[in-house]
């Protein structure tokens, strides 16, 4: 082929040499289909030899064949126009632009065929970019899940993506034209211009509001304003505009769940704390006054506990409602913990803060129905008062706690004003604890044993156990003081049972030694109920030392009844079923609740010793005595009177028909060695 070039075919060494550099291919056919010139670019092209270079339709994809050369067309008379690939066999994929003409001579027709190609491959591809990114773009417009749209430079609404009919409840066609601060609530409206303008200088802003849309409450947005810049000018802000309201709402969720007692739906310590300050602050500025109240419900773990915590979980709901139900609309109840809660009376003094306490407490005593139970609710409330007892939130809440606590000591269900000891007294209780702890180990706890007579046969009929602590450097503590504390703090529970397994070894001795088959009786605190080894511990002790479960009798007080009914029965069965004996102590200063005493499997009454005291001077005490005797008798128990200091007293027991008492009428607690004089008198 290449003796044909250049000059057969273009005589002219100046046009040839033109064809033979051009940038386009071109070639040149013969009648019969022969090759009669190609130049260097279609050379380069590979379009000399289209057997081994395919070439394919640009749209279709498909090879062009034979019969559809752009050659061949042409010695069909036909013009060729056309996009192709050509697919070499080495090399990179072109994209040619073929134009084909026939060459017919002037007079005989057909010559042959010219056809001129350039290489197309960039402007396609960069043609194919551009629809590319408009496409992206387009769909980025379109489909983004926010709202896009643009405004003119007077805030109306150009044009806006299909998520704007989403929030606005109207059709882009409704919303166009429209102006931006028509649907912006009211109060964002200045806010709002604001930004417009600033975006308008070339700013770009980003703020957040409030629009009335096609949902009611409001719809929270975020918006996103951007300078529109064509031809170096702002001619427009586009707006980006994203649906926050779900966002907002939970964060409105986390605020109110930050502050509120998500049982109660009262306020929480937070935001009860935070009240507080700016109560202070307030009444620093006006020189006025407020007061705290600290409400701890008593033995309420304890119900929690054998109830379960969903049925002690509506049980405070309860009570939280009968709370809020007695406080003025100043005041601020909150519920800090589990069992307690707190009230902040702005302006009030301590009058006010007895009398709130007096209500509260009376409120509570009307009893609690809960899925068929009637529960009685106690609680302990103590008051600070600014700025007598503390001029900080923390001082004030301290020390209406210590007042709580003093309430609690003195027996519960009771109201105390905070006074400055109070907070010494905390402190001591905090140390007794640690010492008590001390004290078992060091065996500085003792048993006194205090002997129960009888009047009728004259005899040692029992003796009642009476634990006794004597400190290294306070001498004797009186089991009153540290027994309350050994509750609250759960050491009961091992102390218990040191004194039972004590007191039953004692008794074995005493027995080995020629005692007469008398009752033993022991206290069992309230607190010890709830630990649910109780049962397993008795029996372990009654088989430890051997002594038989028929001697053996167990105080406790009358306030177990107020709480859970059926829970302290099924207790206490299980108690009897050992075969020991139930006495309930104290009795008549408990709840007045006498259905009990029917559904408990009780052995003994004992009668307290407040009745006893006065028994002879008092009428009223007198009576109550001579009614507790009566009832006994009636429900067959057994009665015996505490406390009997006096013959007179012992006498007047002995005519209604009370034949035990214990007390030191009788004897004193005595320890191991006077009472073993006292049992065995000949060893003297
Ligand atoms: P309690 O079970 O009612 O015990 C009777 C209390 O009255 C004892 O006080 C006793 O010393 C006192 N007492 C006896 N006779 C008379 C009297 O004629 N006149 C006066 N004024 N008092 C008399 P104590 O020993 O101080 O015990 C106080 C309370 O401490 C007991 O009351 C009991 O509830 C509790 N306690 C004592 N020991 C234990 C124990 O080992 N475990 C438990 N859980 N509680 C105990
Ligand atoms: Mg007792
Ligand atoms: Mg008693």
């Keep these: 082929m290449e003796t044909m070039r250049p000059n057969t075919v273009f005589n002219d060494y100046f046009i040839s040499s033109i064809v033979e550099n051009m940038q386009e291919a071109v070639l040149l056919y013969d009648t019969n289909g022969s090759l009669l010139f190609f130049n260097r670019a279609a050379e380069k092209l590979g379009l000399t030899n289209l057997l081994e270079n395919r070439l394919c339709y640009l749209e279709e994809q498909a090879l062009v064949p034979e019969e559809q050369w752009p050659a061949r067309l042409l010695l069909n008379g036909e013009q060729v126009h056309g996009a192709y690939w050509l697919k070499p066999k080495k090399g990179p994929v072109h994209i040619l632009q073929i134009d084909g003409?026939?060459?017919?001579?002037?007079?005989?027709?057909?010559?042959?065929?010219?056809?001129?190609?350039?290489?197309?491959?960039?402007?396609?591809?960069?043609?194919?970019?551009?629809?590319?990114?408009?496409?992206?773009?387009?769909?980025?417009?379109?489909?983004?899940?926010?709202?896009?749209?643009?405004?003119?430079?007077?805030?109306?609404?150009?044009?806006?993506?299909?998520?704007?009919?989403?929030?606005?409840?109207?059709?882009?066609?409704?919303?166009?034209?429209?102006?931006?601060?028509?649907?912006?609530?009211?109060?964002?409206?200045?806010?709002?211009?604001?930004?417009?303008?600033?975006?308008?200088?070339?700013?770009p802003q980003h703020f957040e509001v409030q629009a009335r849309g096609r949902r009611e409450p409001l719809i929270d947005l975020q918006v996103t304003l951007i300078p529109m810049v064509t031809s170096g000018r702002i001619t427009g802000i586009y707006a980006i505009v994203q649906d926050i309201s779900q966002r907002k709402a939970a964060e409105r969720l986390v605020h109110t769940l930050a502050y509120q007692d998500p049982l109660t739906g009262l306020a929480n310590r937070q935001f009860f704390n935070e009240q507080l300050r700016f109560c202070i602050e307030e009444a620093e500025k006006t020189d006025s006054s407020a007061v705290v109240l600290f409400i701890d419900l008593d033995r309420f773990k304890w119900i929690n506990d054998t109830l379960g915590h969903s049925a002690g979980d509506r049980l405070v709901t309860l009570i939280a409602q009968r709370i809020k139900s007695c406080i003025g609309e100043q005041d601020i109840l909150a519920r800090i913990g589990g069992d307690e809660f707190t009230l902040l009376m702005p302006g009030a003094r301590r009058m006010q803060a007895e009398r709130m306490a007096a209500v509260i407490i009376d409120a509570l005593s009307a009893p609690f129905s809960l899925d068929g139970n009637e529960y009685y609710i106690t609680a302990s409330i103590g008051a600070s008062v600014y700025p007598n007892d503390g001029l900080t939130a923390e001082a004030l809440m301290k020390n209406a706690d210590a007042a709580m606590y003093r309430a609690k000591e003195q027996g519960k269900n009771a109201f105390r004003l905070y006074r400055s000891e109070m907070n010494i007294r905390m402190h001591r209780k905090l140390i007794m604890d640690k010492e008590l702890r001390r004290a078992l180990e060091a065996e500085e706890l003792t048993l006194q044993y205090q002997p129960q007579w009888d009047l009728q046969e004259g005899r040692i009929v029992g003796m009642e156990a009476l634990l006794r602590w004597k400190h290294p450097v306070s001498g004797y503590i009186s089991p009153a003081e540290f027994i309350p504390l050994a509750e609250e703090t759960g050491f009961i529970v091992p102390m218990g049972e040191w004194v039972l397994e004590t007191a039953c070894s004692q008794y074995r001795e005493w027995q080995k030694a020629g005692m007469p088959p008398i009752r033993l009786a022991v206290n069992l605190s309230v607190r010890q109920f709830q630990d649910g080894n109780l049962l397993r511990m008795v029996d372990r002790v009654l088989q430890r030392t051997g002594i038989h479960p028929g001697h053996l009798e167990l105080e406790v007080t009358e306030s177990i009844a107020a709480i859970h009914v059926d829970f302290i029965k099924g207790r206490l069965n299980e108690l009897k079923a050992l075969g020991v004996q139930i006495a309930i102590d104290d009795f008549g200063?408990?709840?007045?609740?006498?259905?009990?005493?029917?559904?408990?499997?009780?052995?003994?009454?004992?009668?307290?010793?407040?009745?006893?005291?006065?028994?002879?001077?008092?009428?009223?005490?007198?009576?109550?005595?001579?009614?507790?005797?009566?009832?006994?008798?009636?429900?067959?128990?057994?009665?015996?009177?505490?406390?009997?200091?006096?013959?007179?007293?012992?006498?007047?027991?002995?005519?209604?028909?009370?034949?035990?008492?214990?007390?030191?009428?009788?004897?004193?607690?005595?320890?191991?060695?006077d009472m073993g004089r006292l049992l065995f008198p000949t060893d003297l």
């Design 101 to 203: 003409f026939p060459i017919y001579k002037e007079d005989s027709g057909l010559a042959g065929g010219l056809v001129v190609s350039h290489d197309i491959t960039e402007r396609k591809w960069a043609e194919q970019r551009l629809e590319m990114s408009e496409q992206r773009y387009k769909s980025l417009f379109e489909y983004h899940p926010d709202i896009v749209c643009w405004f003119d430079l007077k805030g109306n609404l150009i044009k806006a993506n299909a998520a704007i009919e989403g929030v606005s409840g109207l059709t882009r066609k409704e919303m166009e034209g429209k102006q931006l601060l028509e649907t912006v609530e009211p109060s964002f409206r200045r806010r709002t211009v604001l930004h417009f303008f600033r975006a308008a200088r070339g700013k």
């Design 589 to 673: 200063t408990g709840y007045s609740s006498l259905s009990y005493l029917k559904r408990f499997p009780i052995d003994r009454l004992k009668i307290d010793q407040s009745f006893i005291r006065e028994m002879i001077s008092d009428e009223a005490d007198y009576s109550i005595v001579k009614a507790i005797i009566a009832m006994a008798r009636s429900l067959r128990l057994e009665v015996i009177a505490e406390g009997v200091e006096e013959q007179s007293q012992a006498n007047r027991l002995r005519e209604l028909g009370c034949m035990e008492i214990q007390g030191y009428f009788f004897s004193r607690p005595l320890s191991i060695e």
